[in-house]
């Protein structure tokens, strides 16, 4: 038997490579960007790892909205900022 496929996912701000389960899934929706913890929300997405740093830089950078394809207001900013805590 073989061992299980463990999907993959990068992280957009350092770009390492790591299980999907153990990033922080972002993803775009109508409404804006949030946080999206059961990793299945309709939309499209983007993974940051559990870094602090990558954390911080996600919500100041512009890494995340090229990988979205949409500008970030000020509120999805607000909130991407609350998940550096």
Do not use: W
Not at 2 to 8: S, V
Not at 45 to 55: E, F, I, K, N
Request: hydrophobic share 35%; aromatic share 2%; net charge positive.
């Amino acid at each position: 038997m073989g061992r299980k496929h463990i999907p993959q996912r990068t992280c957009v701000v350092c770009r390492t490579t790591d299980a999907k389960r153990q990033l922080l899934r972002l993803v775009r929706t109508p409404e804006g960007v949030f946080v999206d913890p059961s990793g299945k929300a309709n939309g499209r997405g983007a993974y940051v790892c559990d870094d602090s740093a990558c954390r911080h830089k996600v919500a100041q950078g512009q890494a995340l909205a090229k990988a979205l394809r949409t500008e970030l207001t000020d509120a999805d900013r607000e909130r991407l900022r609350q998940i550096v805590v």
